[in-house]
């Protein structure tokens, strides 16, 4: 019997053939371009990694290179550039004599991120280690309700937008790992389906449902990381919106518990900046005085326990800037408006940036100095352990 194969069953074989190998080096290519361009898995980093390595280039002889991490509190809220005005008091302006009396010129950059607490950061930071970035000082941001949310960071993340080097890292704090790399793996086998919000995102965000549209998070982000948001131009505390932060803010403040996730990236984050030699502080971002005064005294007691056993046991420098900004500055309490970003920025530049430069070159070799006095530091607890009780696992 003659078994070969006649042309006519040949053809439709080798179409579907060619189309497979078509699909396999289309998936493979953006694969590629991916992990080449990190802005086509994660646009929100990928846009600030490229303008933070546009003004590095452009500074050349900056020193010291200081990076904010943290969330859309730093990410809106933290106007490090020269500004409109180009004033002389902005963090990138500073030229003021260090140690030996050579000027230096420091790179302020903000890399927060949209609702990324401590995890995140960590995640962040590993990133920019990977693709070069030495910062001299690595500023991490604390907040209750942000490290709070820590807990569910990991199984909330859009898994399309992490690599590799991530997903080992982040496993631990998930609940079901073998989903968690299932779900991860699938997307990189079909890029193109998986990633194709993230894609148009970036690439053509107007043809995204509103719901689906995230390019708020970098599309006006200004030359230092700053993200400018519309809404947040308005001056004066939005009563309703304050009252609804309070709200949200009060069971936190009063019962405040960390979560084991919380102090794990904490501790990972330290850990990574002393194994590269770099300085890292922990801040406690800004917020209103009627949040503030959701704290119960032991909650707050807990609370300062624990940032100073991250100051003494693991030599990060605590700054408190949780009184920096007016509360006519803020929008709802929480994220601050266009001129509550340039404060804090400028407060920042005043009370950190210009000390450490004029003498204090102790912070950039990690040294556990603090700034600007709040009223979180004055209840801190000199126990060196005191911070255990308050940790909880999930």
């Not at 991530?166 to 989903?179: E, F, N, P, Y």
């Amino acid at each position: 019997m003659d078994r070969r194969i006649k042309p006519s069953q040949a053809r439709p074989r080798a179409a579907i053939l060619w189309g497979l190998a078509f699909f396999a080096l289309y998936q493979a290519g953006l694969y590629v371009a991916m992990e080449l361009r990190p802005v086509l898995r994660d646009p929100e980093y990928g846009v600030k990694l490229d303008r933070l390595k546009a003004r590095i280039a452009e500074k050349p002889g900056a020193d010291p290179l200081i990076v904010m991490l943290g969330s859309s509190r730093v990410s809106f809220g933290f106007r490090c550039g020269d500004g409109d005005s180009g004033e002389a008091d902005s963090p990138q302006q500073a030229t003021v004599p260090a140690g030996g009396g050579s000027a230096a010129r420091p790179l302020v950059y903000n890399f927060g991120a949209s609702g990324f607490p401590p995890t995140g950061q960590l995640v962040y930071l590993r990133r920019l280690l990977a693709d070069g970035i030495r910062p001299h000082l690595v500023v991490c941001e604390y907040w209750p309700t942000l490290v709070v949310a820590d807990s569910r960071f990991n199984e909330g993340i859009d898994i399309n937008r992490l690599r590799w080097l991530d997903i080992g890292r982040l496993a631990s704090g998930v609940t079901r790992v073998r989903d968690f790399y299932r779900r991860w793996g699938r997307a990189q086998i079909v890029p193109w389906y998986y990633h194709r919000y993230l894609l148009f995102n970036h690439l053509a965000p107007s043809w995204l449902e509103p719901a689906n549209q995230m390019d708020h998070q970098w599309r006006q982000m200004d030359d230092w990381g700053w993200v400018n948001q519309p809404m947040y131009e308005s001056r004066g505390v939005d009563p309703q919106r304050l009252q609804g932060e309070m709200d949200v803010s009060r069971p936190v403040l009063e019962q405040f518990q960390l979560p084991a996730t919380a102090d794990r990236a904490f501790r990972d984050i330290i850990d990574t900046c002393r194994g590269n030699q770099i300085a890292v502080a922990i801040i406690i971002t800004p917020a209103a005085s009627p949040i503030r005064g959701l704290y119960r005294p032991e909650a707050l007691a807990r609370q300062t326990a624990y940032l100073k056993d991250l100051e003494v046991c693991c030599g990060a420098t605590l700054i408190d800037a949780s009184d920096w900004v007016p509360d006519e500055e803020f929008f709802e309490g929480c994220h601050l408006t266009h001129a509550g970003s340039s404060t804090f920025a400028r407060r920042f530049h005043e009370r950190v940036v210009q000390p450490m430069l004029a003498g204090e070159r102790d912070l950039l070799a990690g040294s556990k100095s603090r700034f600007g006095p709040g009223p979180a530091a004055s209840a801190i607890s000199a126990s060196p352990r005191a911070g255990e009780d308050l940790i909880r696992s999930r």
